[in-house]
């Protein structure tokens, strides 16, 4: 497991409590700030570019249709791409779990003799912590997408499926490059410390023997695959190394390549408000001489296409959309989540995994439904989130304050006479308790909230006396 | 076939075939109808977009691309050229680590798209691929003609299994990963150059 950013309560084996590491990230008040106003110039950006495409609504059903009907027909899709991908001249293998996917990748790189690998970003290979595993192995892993460089450099893990390093100030980033790559002390210019790494990567491109690239679309109809950039470090890794290693989860199969025109449209506009990336790589087999690998990778996605509940969330082609319009990751920072893909698609895909360890993750929302708004795919992520806490307290994954609570509140509402008696406390206590101690007995939710001034009487009692003769 | 025992292969198929839910139709293709064209002529769109993703855009007369071609590529300058328009300064090599400290790589486009200011840029040759990632600058000649409204039209016209590699290119490599600042000349190219030939010539119809 990577070290976090700023040593976030997030521990490898016990339950992520998303609200406690939360609480840590806004700690440093200044930064929070930041972050927020960062993703929403993002989102902004999004809406912007979504604006300029009158048909974007049909693009988006579009969309949505397609990945429900290879999800419905996954399995046709997966066979019919591997034969047309060996018959391209790629290797295909299949992984069950995040160990036999790396275990395959080691294997690969033995037979080639690979020691030095460049990767472009995946966050599949991050799910199955490829980079600890290859490197307890003896072999160099280099990250190449810039902000996943800066995070592996730090020994930390991305806070961002699109912006990795999106956590950090550039002050942080000069700090990291001062030490790891010798730029000056101080430097903290964005242009600087990207030439800077533009310099040390390229000699890592160089001295590779093997690269290892993601998939944003597999396409089953030609046997080859799309991957998007824009700083180019997936097409450098392809197109000089001798073993090309491309992993991707199964979900990301799209039947056709005229597909592609639907999705491309839709990707970088939702992503970072770009009308398109700056490289759409399409792959149909390796260059002369070289070693092509492709691995399909299951790792919990078939359980999750076998939840009624759920599966939906399969069609996902990882924007980042709903992480920067959400008002909760924007303000809490990807590490909180302690899970790989954070934010709404996050939250709802993470649990599926480990109900019991990512239990906190569907209640890091307002279910205020700005996710499913700017989802290219239109996947219903408030709705899936709220049906994720329903199976949370089933499950007895509730937290023990959490489940009291909301018992405590059925009693209430069930009990007309309880309920009046609670609210002239409640009256008592606003009008006479001094304000700290009204704040602590309103708990968490009054922590940062202004309490009201209480009201004269209940609107029950307002009620009998205004309307006599009212319906009751 | 497959190098991983095929017992994970029929484990996953399995477990899809077990999950599958209720089947979803491939829906219609309805993008005629369904696209509305903006006002802006497509030369124009295209312009304004390759421009927006830090693209330098020369339209040109027929008459006159080999001379903007040779100022774009300027002097002293390391070139491997896939076009007529230009010449190599150095020779196709069989290692792609050779082209390290290429200064330009000069190409034409089959298709450009107006909505995104892309070149769609196709081979199976292991030196240009690698070229045009490895060059410090990149020039592209691109026809008027050969420009479509959109992805749709684009995809309607590629075959993208023609070639081993084929990538829509959008101005030069890029970066925002510190800060959101936007740096131009990431891993890639620091410049792209677009040289577009005009189907009539402007001055002379």
């Not at chain 1, 009008?431 to 609107?459: E, H, K, N, V, Y």
């Not at chain 2, 497959?2 to 293709?29: C, F, H, K, T, Y």
């Not at chain 2, 691929?129 to 479509?148: D, H, K, P, S």
């Amino acid at each position: 497991m990577t070290q976090r950013a700023f040593e976030l309560p997030v521990l490898p084996h016990e339950p992520v409590d998303h609200a406690k590491a939360a609480a840590a990230f806004n700690a440093d008040v200044a930064r929070t700030e930041w972050h927020d106003e960062a993703l929403w110039f993002v989102r902004v950006k999004r809406d912007r570019a979504a604006a300029s495409v009158p048909e974007w609504e049909a693009l988006r059903a579009r969309a949505s249709a397609i990945k429900e009907h290879a999800l419905t027909h996954l399995d046709e899709y997966l066979v019919q791409f591997e034969d047309n991908a060996v018959r391209n001249g790629m290797q295909v293998h299949w992984a069950r779990d995040a160990d036999e996917h790396n275990r395959i990748v080691h294997g690969i790189l033995e037979r080639a003799g690979s020691r030095r690998l460049v990767k472009s970003k995946s966050m599949l290979t991050e799910e199955c912590g490829l980079n600890p595993y290859l490197e307890a192995r003896g072999i160099e892993v280099v990250d190449t997408d810039l902000g996943e460089r800066i995070v592996q450099l730090r020994r930390e893990g991305p806070s961002h499926i699109v912006l990795p390093a999106i956590h950090l100030r550039k002050e942080e980033v000069g700090e990291t490059f001062h030490e790891h790559l010798g730029t000056p002390a101080g430097l903290a210019d964005p242009t600087a410390l990207a030439r800077a790494a533009r310099e040390h990567l390229r000699e890592r491109f160089l001295a590779a023997d093997a690269t290892l690239t993601g998939m944003n679309f597999a396409v089953a109809e030609t046997g080859g695959f799309v991957v998007c950039t824009n700083e180019g470090n997936a097409d450098l890794g392809m197109a000089l190394a001798p073993v090309h290693i491309a992993s991707v989860g199964i979900e990301k199969i799209i039947p056709r390549a005229e597909d592609l025109g639907v999705f491309l449209r839709l990707l970088a506009r939702s992503g970072t408000g770009q009308a398109v990336t700056a490289y759409s790589s399409h792959v149909h087999g390796p260059r002369a001489g070289q070693e092509l690998h492709v691995v399909l990778v299951d790792n919990g996605r078939t359980r999750q296409l076998a939840r009624e509940e759920f599966w939906t969330s399969l069609k996902c082609i990882r924007c980042g959309a709903c992480m920067n319009t959400c008002p909760i990751y924007r303000r809490s920072g990807g590490h909180s989540y302690g899970s790989t893909v954070p934010g709404p698609i996050g939250s709802v895909l993470t649990p599926g995994l480990d109900l019991e360890r990512y239990a906190s993750l569907p209640f890091a929302s307002t279910l205020c439904g700005s996710c499913t708004a700017v989802c290219p795919v239109k996947i219903d992520l408030d709705a899936q989130l709220f049906r994720w806490r329903q199976r949370v307290v089933e499950g007895g994954h509730a937290s023990m304050a959490k489940a009291t609570a909301m018992k405590a509140s059925v009693r209430l509402f069930d009990h007309p006479r309880l309920f009046r008696f609670a609210g002239a406390v409640a009256r008592l206590g606003l009008r006479i308790l001094p304000a700290p101690l009204a704040r602590l007995a309103g708990g968490p939710w009054a922590r940062t909230r202004d309490l009201p001034s209480p009201p004269a009487q209940s609107f029950r009692a307002w009620y009998r006396k205004n309307r006599p003769g009212g319906p009751r | 076939m497959s190098a991983a025992p095929m017992s994970a292969r029929e484990a996953i198929l399995g477990a899809v075939r077990d999950a599958r839910p209720p089947a979803v139709a491939r829906p219609q293709p309805l993008w005629q109808e369904a696209r509305a064209m903006s006002g802006l002529s497509r030369l124009d769109t295209f312009t304004a977009a390759a421009t927006a993703a830090g693209a330098a855009v020369s339209p040109v007369s027929t008459s006159e691309v080999a001379r903007v071609v040779s100022g774009a590529v300027g002097q002293d300058a390391s070139v491997l050229s896939y076009t007529a328009h230009a010449s190599s300064t150095i020779s196709s090599p069989d290692d792609p680590h050779a082209l390290a400290s290429l200064d330009v790589l000069v190409c034409e486009s089959s298709l450009g798209v107006a909505e995104n200011g892309a070149v769609w840029v196709a081979t199976s040759d292991t030196a240009f691929r690698a070229a045009l990632f490895l060059a410090a600058r990149v020039v592209i000649v691109v026809g008027e003609e050969a420009l479509v409204d959109d992805l749709h039209q684009a995809y309607e016209r590629i075959d993208v299994r023609s070639h081993t590699f084929g990538a829509f290119v959008a101005g030069p490599s890029k970066t925002a990963d510190i800060e959101q600042s936007l740096v131009i000349g990431a891993h890639g190219p620091k410049e792209l150059t677009l040289v577009l030939v005009r189907a009539t010539d402007p001055v002379n119809p």
